[in-house]
């Protein structure tokens, strides 16, 4: 599908340099609309929202948290520390949301993975249901992302 101005002007805004130093889209060569695409169908099919998924990685990230540094236990088996830097990012739909610094690492204690993500990340899954470009940093696919947070 042909891809509007206006998300060209958004993936722009996803390149290496502009608001972060590695951007958000990796090596994905796939128009942004079709990267959307793609992972809403993806998310539609395990039977979940992009809601849900931030929502919970929104509540371990609150639970890291408090931990102020440290890492903190979250049932059933996770592992969470939250690294606060200063400063805050613009989202880059350009919708006058911008969002502070803040890096969540997660373990999976059974699985023994971790991945980190960001603010930034749980607000694009949340509002946009973006989820990065294949090799992005912090990129996750939909499904990964919901195997290891044991919502499937
Ligand atoms: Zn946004």
């Known amino acids: 599908m042909k891809q509007t101005p206006e998300m060209d002007r958004i993936q722009q805004e996803m390149h290496p340099g502009i608001i ?4 958000f889209l990796g090596d994905d ?7 959307l695409q793609e992972q809403d169908a993806e998310i ?10 931030a929502a919970r990685l929104a509540e ?7 931990g102020l540094g440290q890492p903190v236990r979250v049932e059933p088996h996770f592992e969470v520390t939250a690294d606060s830097v200063r400063g805050r990012l613009p989202c880059p739909f350009m919708h006058g949301v ?6 969540t690492t997660i373990r999976n204690l059974a ?19 973006f989820y ?21």
């Open 20 to 23: 972060t130093q590695n951007g």
């Open 60 to 66: 371990l990230r609150d639970a890291g948290v408090q």
């Open 132 to 152: 990065g470009g294949h090799g992005a940093p912090f990129a996750i696919t939909p499904e990964h992302l919901a195997r290891f947070l044991e919502l499937t």
């Open 44 to 53: 539609q099919r395990l039977g979940l929202t992009h809601e849900q998924i």
């Open 111 to 129: 699985s023994g993975e971790t991945i980190t993500v960001t603010d930034l990340t749980i607000h694009l899954i949340k509002d946009h249901g």
């Open 29 to 35: 060569s796939r128009h942004l609309n079709d990267m």
């Open 98 to 103: 911008t969002v502070g610094k803040l890096n």
